[in-house]
């Protein structure tokens, strides 16, 4: 079927990852990607023709996610080394390491206004964390067992959760408590998010579906079951009139959730999506799974159908606001099967002249330390890539660059120099030891905030059978 004006397209694609891509996301301006992958690297894409990719080295094990900071001034990312790191994502790379969870981490979410982080892990805790001291603030304790995703609200009062308990839950980040809960009998979710307003929440499941709950009446507002296998990633339209989701099935569906009905599902990848997330404009969106390529696509849909949009709303009995997805029925299944209006988009029958991205790549390896730390940027091409010099020579640097790159050759004086970074090995020794230390403190304080938790929770129990015992014998007496 060939394609209208308004339906997505594949614009490029990025081959620079050796293993499935487990996570993607923009830059605030919209000029680079991040992505992550099985093969331990964070790679930043830079979207101007010719410009070089950077392949940040330093995590230990699978990088399960990334995202930028709300300036973008930072990246951070979660792995299953148990470790967070935080980036500056330009040529020098430095990075600093929490030793986060006494299990693999195995998502980042910054709050909006970049204060806060949220991390979650296989330890089935939540930590928030100080962005300006970066330091750890405290842990939500709840799920039974791995928490595989955990996000802010935009206006960062709450968290949303899932975890392999089969539950969803939202936590107040002022009184740290949780303040409500969504359990599913089938299977669990593997990512949840809120809509942009904040009054909803997707959940994309392991049973094939996906869910939008209304956090503000508790209630299950649309259930989606277009999908022949697990969901693992959702992504809001900035409008928050579009979901976009990606599944083990090898494709994206795009489904509109003013009308409760799937409007495309894309092929393009081979295997299992793991990742999908629309840029902050709404204008492209990005996905990667298991083949190791990282898509682009434009949105196009979003543009022409945003009158149609209003038009409807006209038609409803709503003239305050555009309709709300309280207005959208059943709340049963919506299988789609055999939809006429459906459009299927497959890439791969068009011929198509895309760009193919496979740019010169620079590995910026870091020191591995729970301080910030200076980096050696090197070269490291792979096959069929053209070779580029050291970065730390401005005159090797290509006049294609990124818009970052040339901002920052006037900056290379502030380089300090060998003798400059050298430390006495004594000293660097001594500082490892203290590192270490600190890590098993921070390890001992998670266990005993797991143990006080449990302590609490028999306490509790124990009142409660304790006022039951009185109040049956008041009754007796």
């Given at each position: 079927m060939a394609s209208a004006p308004e339906d997505p397209v594949l614009e490029r694609y990025f081959k620079g990852h050796k293993a499935a891509i487990t996570s993607v996301d923009f830059s605030p301006n919209g000029k680079q990607l991040a992505t992550a992958s099985w093969d331990t690297f964070l790679m930043l894409w830079n979207f101007k023709p010719q410009a070089r990719a950077f392949r940040y080295v330093g995590h230990k094990d699978v990088i399960?996610?990334?995202?930028?900071?709300?300036?973008?001034?930072?990246?951070?990312?979660?792995?299953?080394?148990?470790?967070?790191?935080?980036?500056?994502?330009?040529?020098?790379?430095?990075?600093?390491?929490?030793?986060?969870?006494?299990?693999?981490?195995?998502?980042?979410?910054?709050?909006?206004?970049?204060?806060?982080?949220?991390?979650?892990?296989?330890?089935?805790?939540?930590?928030?964390?100080?962005?300006?001291?970066?330091?750890?603030?405290?842990?939500?304790?709840?799920?039974?067992?791995?928490?595989?995703?955990?996000?802010?609200?935009?206006?960062?009062?709450?968290?949303?959760?899932?975890?392999?308990?089969?539950?969803?839950?939202?936590?107040?980040?002022?009184?740290?408590?949780?303040?409500?809960?969504?359990?599913?009998?089938?299977?669990?979710?593997?990512?949840?998010?809120?809509?942009?307003?904040?009054?909803?929440?997707?959940?994309?499941?392991?049973?094939?579906?996906?869910?939008?709950?209304?956090?503000?009446?508790?209630?299950?507002?649309?259930?989606?079951?277009?999908?022949?296998?697990?969901?693992?990633?959702?992504?809001?339209?900035?409008?928050?009139?579009?979901?976009?989701?990606?599944?083990?099935?090898?494709?994206?569906?795009?489904?509109?959730?003013?009308?409760?009905?799937?409007?495309y599902t894309l092929q393009g990848h081979t295997g299992p999506v793991f990742t999908v997330s629309f840029s902050k404009g709404g204008e492209l969106f990005s996905s990667g799974g298991a083949d190791a390529q990282v898509l682009l696509w434009r949105t196009n849909f979003d543009e022409l159908n945003c009158k149609d949009v209003y038009k409807?709303?006209?038609?409803?009995?709503?003239?305050?606001?555009?309709?709300?997805?309280?207005?959208?029925?059943?709340?049963?299944?919506?299988?789609?099967?055999?939809?006429?209006?459906?459009?299927?988009?497959?890439p791969k029958l068009e011929v198509i002249d895309l760009q193919t991205s496979t740019p010169p790549v620079v590995d910026v390896l870091s020191f591995d330390s729970t301080t910030t730390t200076e980096t050696i940027v090197r070269s490291l091409p792979d096959k069929g890539e053209e070779m580029c010099g050291y970065f730390i020579n401005p005159s090797l640097m290509s006049s294609e660059s990124s818009p970052a790159l040339k901002k920052k050759t006037d900056d290379m004086s502030d380089l300090p120099s060998e003798s400059q970074r050298s430390i006495p090995l004594a000293v660097t020794e001594a500082l490892e030891h203290i590192m270490e230390?600190?890590?098993?403190?921070?390890?001992?304080?998670?266990?005993?905030?797991?143990?006080?938790?449990?302590?609490?929770?028999?306490?509790?129990?124990?009142?409660?059978?304790?006022?039951?015992l009185c109040n049956a014998i008041q009754q007796k007496s």
């Open positions: 399960t996610s990334v995202q930028f900071s709300p300036l973008g001034n930072l990246l951070a990312s979660a792995s299953r080394d148990r470790t967070v790191r935080l980036w500056i994502p330009d040529k020098r790379g430095k990075s600093s390491e929490f030793k986060a969870h006494t299990a693999p981490v195995r998502s980042v979410d910054f709050s909006a206004d970049g204060q806060f982080l949220a991390t979650a892990s296989e330890d089935k805790s939540i930590k928030v964390w100080n962005m300006y001291r970066q330091r750890f603030l405290y842990s939500l304790y709840r799920h039974t067992h791995w928490v595989r995703c955990a996000k802010f609200s935009p206006d960062g009062r709450l968290i949303v959760s899932c975890s392999e308990d089969k539950t969803i839950k939202i936590w107040d980040t002022t009184s740290k408590q949780c303040v409500n809960n969504f359990s599913d009998s089938i299977g669990f979710a593997n990512f949840v998010e809120f809509n942009p307003n904040g009054t909803c929440i997707a959940s994309a499941g392991s049973d094939h579906t996906v869910k939008i709950w209304d956090i503000r009446v508790n209630k299950l507002l649309q259930h989606y079951q277009v999908h022949s296998c697990g969901v693992n990633c959702v992504s809001f339209h900035p409008s928050g009139n579009y979901l976009i989701t990606a599944s083990s099935d090898g494709t994206l569906k795009i489904l509109d959730l003013l009308e409760g009905r799937l409007i409807k709303s006209l038609k409803r009995l709503h003239f305050d606001s555009p309709p709300h997805l309280l207005d959208i029925y059943p709340r049963t299944p919506h299988p789609h099967e055999g939809k006429i209006e459906t459009v299927e988009i497959n230390q600190l890590n098993v403190l921070t390890e001992t304080v998670s266990i005993l905030e797991q143990r006080l938790t449990l302590t609490e929770d028999k306490l509790k129990d124990c009142l409660e059978n304790q006022q039951k």
